[in-house]
């Protein structure tokens, strides 16, 4: 990752002398930054365009060797620095009202600070994190940490950034590990506490959230847009004993009409930890398995980890127990983390032990790109990395000298990192990963998931964990993300997989993974009906979120959107934590508790339009609750009036698209799209596919108007009172079921227009 600061043209107000303080801070620009001689003390502040405060932070002087840096003089007057024998501290200016503050050592050892930042409001962001949305009064650890139990505060993805909601935005560039204090030691500061020998604070001045998260993801790099086939419905189990378990999946995903286009081999499925050598006695005639799920329209994904085993612990019957095959070389060959005796790192993880992959070292990441294509000629194209968390790190060396302690953070990132490598350098970029850990600038290897939650409702780390973990995700900038469905410990009840279901295919990535290795089928007819409705409606919204992906990849708008980020004119919208905008136009209201019906909060529209129920067309103010009904085969799931939503239609069994060794029987993504066209406003979309939609009103009439960069059909869907016709009937037909008029349009560059009732 870059986090280079980008070219920004805005300055500051320099209101400090090397020699004296001033007593004016009144700025003429969005900050100032004043320097006390007597203390050492550095105040930055950042005010609003109008020129009012929005923070103060305070950078205390610290001591070293007993001399105080209280004499300071202008190194470069372009930059700003202050500099002195121990330490320099320099600010830089970025133009789209974002600044920096950098105070170095200049021993290159690490020092305590409390860093205080004046504030009391409320506070977003700070990485996956599953206990809260808002994190006032709490103390979010800034260390990446596997925890399979209840969660807490602690996280698989911490990010040092964050949102307040008064207006600005702050992030941390460091891979140390810290401490966020949003109020809960002083209800009048964040405290920033940190042990380094060089601190970067970046500050970047909204006003609102999604300004703030455009430049925090311009600053550590914008999202990576998965393959349009990662999209689609992923199946995988904890264990596959065996062949038979692997066609399962995929042949019976087929038998009940269900799309897919991943089925996710995990551990074990080689003869060693990790070896990458296929274990045929596991898997027999495997050529002919993965040829078998590739003909029903499938891609593999293997699991993998940074972990090199020792020796070879393979927790299944029947399977040989033989030397690692790879340990030895590694070892020899200086590859893995060491010790401080120069020994290899042997860690204790839920697999055995084994050593680490040193990512630092060149010759190591060459290397364990060479042991992953052994597996090559099974033809994955997806990599399930799992571990990477810094809960292993004591007194590890590694090969560039990095301070273990910043390998707590930094290692998550190099994992992922050379994943990706490979993926670009190997397969062509055509591949994608699925990632446990991280840290800021995950979403540059897309997709993450949730990591280890329990098959329940529980609060501490069941379902509504999960949806808050998604929204902070998308707080912190990382876009493309998923989850376990229907938890990965214990075995999810009816209610539970159903419930979890909804709320996966209204998720970027929809999985179904569990320790209990149920499949929709294993359940009753009624869940694997319901499984198969909200499977399709994935599948059909695949143009919906790969427009909004690409929204993601241009200014780091996620797909899953907060209500706090979403509607930021509404006071009352935040409160709801429970709810999100999917994509621009979807608000999902998840059954987050066992029940039948739950309150939803519907916003206030800055166009002041209504919102209509997705299943049946009904209309609602917004600004108000509303008590909705929810059996079990229903989700609350709202659309915004006026809305254009680009669809696949429901056939549709894969997003890969069709190849001469897939089964005729297999529907692959094509050419054909659905637009479900919303009463309401005048609206427009213009799809990542090609297609520009459009509707106004003239003469009582909805003039919808449509094109296509290449020749298509397209099948027009409108809502309409279900007792009336429409006046202008010709050529539509309505679905009874589902109340929906619809019209079959063949499109092209040139413009056609469709007309119906305004009624």
Known sequence: MRWAVPAFAIAFLLLCSPASSLADDKPSESMSVRLEPESGEVTVKLFTREGDERMTLRLPPISIDGK?????????????????????????TDGRDSASITWTAL?????????????????YGGGERFGSLNHKGLILPMVSIDRPEAKGSVSYKPVPFYMSTRGYGLFVESFEPGTFDFNATDRDHVLLKYRASRMRIVFMNGPDFARIIDDYTDLTDRPRVPPAWSFAPWKSRNIHHNREEVLADAELTRKHDLPGSVIVIDSPWETGYNDFTLNEKQFREPEAMFARVRELGFHTCLWLTPFINSKNLIDMDGIDRGPSKNFAEAKERGLLVKRPDGEPMIVDWWKGKGGL?????????????????????????????????????????????????????????LYLDAAQKYIDERLDGDGVLFARCGFAGTQQFPFCWAGDNEASFSFENGLPTVIL????????????????????TGTPTKELFIRWTQF?????????????????????????????????????????????????????MPIIRPMVLAFPKDPAAAAHRYQYLFGPDL?????????????????????????????????????????VEAPLEHLPLFVRAGAIIPMLPEEIDTLIPRHAGMSKEVVPIDDRRVLQVWPGPDTSIATSGGISAGTTRAEGNVLLQLSSKSPRTLEVRRRADATAAPKNNEGWERDATDQWWCKPVVIGPDPVTVTWDSR
């Open 504 to 556: 996966g295919a209204l998720s970027p990535c929809m999985q179904v993974h569990m320790t209990s290795n149920l499949g929709p089928w294993d359940f009753d007819d009624e869940t694997l009906a319901i499984y198969r409705k909200f499977a399709k409606l994935h599948t059909s919204l695949f143009p919906y979120i790969y427009d909004a992906a690409h929204e993601a990849a241009r200014s780091g």
């Open 587 to 627: 608000l999902v209201a998840p059954m987050y508790q066992p029940g039948t019906h739950r309150a939803v909060y519907l916003p206030k529209r800055p166009d002041g339009g209504e919102w209509l129920d997705y299943w049946s067309g009904k209309e609602f103010a917004g600004g108000q609750t509303y008590e």
């Open 357 to 413: 992959v040193d990512f630092t070292n060149p010759a190591a990441l060459k290397w364990w790109h060479d042991q992953i294509d052994i597996a090559r000629e099974w033809r994955f194209v997806a990599l399930k990395c799992d571990d990477g968390e810094g809960n292993f790190v004591q007194d590890a060396v590694f090969h560039d000298g990095s301070a273990a302690s910043e390998m707590k953070n930094r290692y998550a990132a």
């Open 469 to 488: 973990a998604g929204q902070n995700a998308a707080l912190s900038g990382i876009p493309f993300w998923g989850h376990d469905i229907a938890g990965y």
């Open 107 to 123: 021993d290159g050892k690490p020092h305590d600070f409390v860093i205080p930042i004046k504030d009391n409001s409320d506070y």
């Open 68 to 92: 105080s840096q209280r004499e300071f003089h202008v190194s470069d007057q372009q930059t700003v620095a202050y500099s002195n024998s121990a330490v320099e501290i320099r600010f830089d």
